[in-house]
């Protein structure tokens, strides 16, 4: 069974930065698409960034160029550093991985990220 699982979020003020990490355990193969999304309260689920296991990476307009997207396939392991947050950035996120053809479609739990003062 496969289990991903999220870690670094928390409460922070605007301008400053987190690192999120989303670990896999179980067995999995050959990660396609390894990708973090967000929710906030009352909206839906968006796409923040995702990066493909050539390397090629595609962020939401809302983040580029104060998040970085990065992966380690042979940990599988996929982090989003944030810069420069702001409040909207408030929301529960979650990271997404997908194998290739869709052959899986695996979701971590979310964690919480705070941007207030």
């Known amino acids: 069974q496969v289990q991903l699982v999220e870690s670094g979020g928390g409460l922070v003020q605007p301008g400053g930065s987190l690192r999120l990490s989303c670990a896999a355990s179980?067995?999995?193969?050959?990660?396609?698409?390894m990708g973090w999304y967000r929710q906030a309260p009352g909206k839906e689920r968006e796409l923040v960034a995702n990066i493909v296991s050539a390397g090629t990476t595609n962020y939401a307009d809302s983040v580029k160029g104060r998040f970085t997207i990065s992966r380690d396939n042979a940990k599988r392991n996929v982090y989003l550093q944030m810069n420069s947050l702001k409040p909207e950035d408030t929301a529960v996120y979650y990271c997404n991985f997908v194998g290739y053809s869709r052959s899986y479609n695996y979701w971590g739990q979310g964690t919480q990220v705070t941007v207030s003062s």
């Open positions: 179980g067995t999995i193969f050959r990660i396609n698409v």
